[in-house]
């Protein structure tokens, strides 16, 4: 899963929302070296993605795109997910999806000192662009994928994944629809499991 879904995932807890957030970055047991609410974020994360990889409804939304993306089809169909949860936003959340991006940007400024350096550089393009937002529209998926492109020097052509998310619109909501109700039980169930660890 992409940003808006690790964040959303995280619940309330600030602390374990940055773990989510920052975990990509985070090696091995490097997470150790963070506040306890922070590691716990980490770990699902972690967990989130190890759900995620093998399940079967995003591998049939990642065969769709495999022939012309490779092995960029999952980062891809992470992008798409975060679209369709941003788009379906009122489904998920009470508070509108501009004021939850906001907060949660306010959330990362106030919690600097413990930012790696990789999301120090990322966050200022985050905040300025509003990317959690941006998700919403077909027009910031394209932006999002452009600049995803750019980072693989136009090697993964992700930039042109705009045409399956055309041509496969419904196809791919309704598998995202179908896998993140499992993914918000998988997640909940396993943030109990953490905490019993951790405490």
């Known amino acids: 899963m992409n940003y808006l879904a690790h964040i959303y995932l995280s619940g309330n807890n600030k602390m374990l929302t940055i773990g989510?957030?920052?975990?990509?970055?985070?090696?091995?047991?490097?997470?150790?070296?963070?506040?306890?609410?922070?590691?716990?974020?980490?770990?699902?994360?972690?967990?989130?993605?190890?759900?995620?990889?093998?399940?079967?409804?995003?591998?049939?939304?990642?065969?769709?795109?495999?022939?012309?993306?490779?092995?960029y089809s999952g980062i891809i169909v992470d992008i798409l997910y975060d679209h369709f949860l941003a788009k379906n936003w009122s489904k998920y959340s009470d508070v509108p999806l501009e004021d939850y991006a906001?907060?949660?940007?306010?959330?990362?400024?106030?919690?600097?000192?413990?930012?790696?350096?990789?999301?120090?550089?990322?966050?200022?393009?985050?905040?300025?662009?509003?990317?959690?937002?941006?998700?919403?529209?077909?027009?910031?998926?394209?932006?999002?994928?452009?600049?995803m492109n750019k980072r693989t020097k136009n090697r993964s052509q992700m930039n042109l994944a705009t045409k399956e998310l055309d041509l496969f619109y419904d196809e791919f909501e309704a598998e995202f629809t179908s896998f993140f109700e499992e993914l918000i039980a998988f997640s909940e169930e396993k943030l109990i499991q953490i905490n019993q660890e951790l405490s």
């Open 102 to 147: 906001e907060n949660f940007y306010q959330i990362l400024t106030d919690n600097i000192e413990i930012l790696p350096q990789r999301i120090l550089k990322m966050m200022p393009h985050l905040i300025s662009g509003n990317w959690l937002l941006s998700y919403a529209t077909k027009e910031g998926i394209a932006k999002v994928l452009d600049g």
């Open 20 to 71: 989510n957030f920052i975990a990509d970055g985070i090696r091995g047991k490097k997470y150790k070296t963070y506040p306890i609410e922070v590691q716990k974020g980490i770990l699902l994360h972690r967990q989130i993605d190890t759900f995620t990889d093998a399940h079967p409804t995003v591998r049939q939304s990642t065969k769709r795109l495999h022939e012309n993306y490779g092995h």
